[in-house]
């Protein structure tokens, strides 16, 4: 399969992680890899985090990485049939929390576009729309805000396609070829 970058991007519970993992899924291969930037800081969360690996199934496998996004990326996937990552929002969130300053964001995400680029698989992103909203009242709100649509903005433009989910419905806002497009090209190629 070609390479493809996709980034699902919607509201808090709009059905992006499914479709993503949905898209994922239609992946063929036996090497797919689930990077979680979740960091479970209590029992509910724990609680959300085993939901979705339940969920995803034996099929993936799961790397846990905070920070390091492009590391894991650029290590796994030359041998990986796809990498999902959810979510870049929680990503933009553990950068502030670890002291991330403006010249050390905008290196972090310079890193993962250029991991991106060089994918040698699928890779799915997803991420929150946080935009959309009212102007948070607190600094912090705000620069979490800011990093987020500033990741929101490179993703979208380093991926080949973008998908906004609304209420379970997925509608494609930059186009690419989906997932059944670029398997129906290779299956031809290889007539």
């Not at 996937?77 to 929390?97: E, K, P, Q």
Request: glycine share 6%; net charge neutral; charged share 20%.
């Amino acid at each position: 399969m070609k390479k493809n970058i996709t980034l699902v991007i919607g509201g808090c519970r709009s059905g992006k992680s499914s479709f993503a993992l949905s898209q994922a899924n239609a992946v063929h291969g036996k090497h797919k890899y689930f990077i979680a930037t979740s960091v479970p800081t209590d029992t509910e969360m724990e609680k959300r985090v085993q939901k979705h690996q339940k969920e995803r199934g034996s099929d993936w496998q799961t790397i846990e990485e905070a920070v390091n996004l492009h590391k894991i990326i650029d290590q796994f996937s030359s041998t990986a049939s796809v990498i999902l990552v959810d979510c870049l929002t929680l990503w933009a969130s553990n950068l502030l929390f670890h002291s991330y300053d403006s010249v050390k964001i905008e290196t972090a995400v310079t890193a993962l576009e250029n991991s991106l680029v060089n994918a040698a698989c699928p890779v799915f992103l997803v991420s929150n729309e946080v935009g959309m909203g009212i102007v948070p009242e607190n600094a912090l709100a705000r620069q979490f805000r800011d990093v987020a649509g500033l990741v929101n903005q490179r993703m979208a433009k380093a991926a080949h396609r973008v998908v906004m989910t609304v209420a379970g419905i997925a509608v494609q806002i930059k186009p690419g070829k989906t997932i059944a497009d670029s398997i129906e090209e290779n299956s031809s190629d290889a007539v």
